[in-house]
């Protein structure tokens, strides 16, 4: 897959808001700071399509990125894990990702984002176990494989995988400094029917 081009489209605060207009849409979830508009802006190869920062949870709404002028696109979900605002606005951002996961006909996978250099959180493993207990599709994408020598990085994935109790094939290496894991991450979208 090549990706000709992308832009913002819009961003989502409220259920009511969400898109669901037949477009194909690929997902990306994670802890916040995992690297999730890093990964976004390498894969596109657009530096500021999606918003980073240095401060954990600054995604607190869906943003929404259209792709090849609207062949599919990308959804840019809140990150979890962290929060500087009260437990109702958590609450709020929690109940927008489960309306999304559950109800988007449009959703075609989830990329799931950990850090490789970290056993996965608690809210890792409930992130696994939610589109498992669900059926919806799914990837987990093993950020920051730069930080890695390149002979441990194959060691580390096996390592999430066992970890989380997945097939190993389904967890991609991938680094948004280097673009390390960009080629099999495109794959994934030719081979799935958009």
Known sequence: ?????????????????IIDDGVPEFAFVGRSNVGKSSLINRV????????????????????????????????DLPG?????????????????MEEYLLHSESLKTVFILLDCRHNPSELDFQMIEFVMAYNIPFVVVATKVDKLAKSKIKNACMALAKSLKIRDDIVVPFSSENGYGKERLLSYFDNIEV
């Open 44 to 75: 596109c190869g657009i530096k500021n399509l999606a918003k980073t920062s240095s401060t954990p949870g600054l995604t607190k709404m869906i943003n929404y990125f259209d792709i090849n002028n609207g062949q599919f696109r990308f959804v």
């Open 80 to 96: 979890y894990g962290y929060a500087k605002v009260g437990f109702k606005h958590t609450a709020n951002w929690a109940g927008l």
């Open 1 to 17: 897959m090549e990706i000709k081009n992308a832009k913002y489209k819009t961003s989502v605060v409220d259920k009511k808001n």
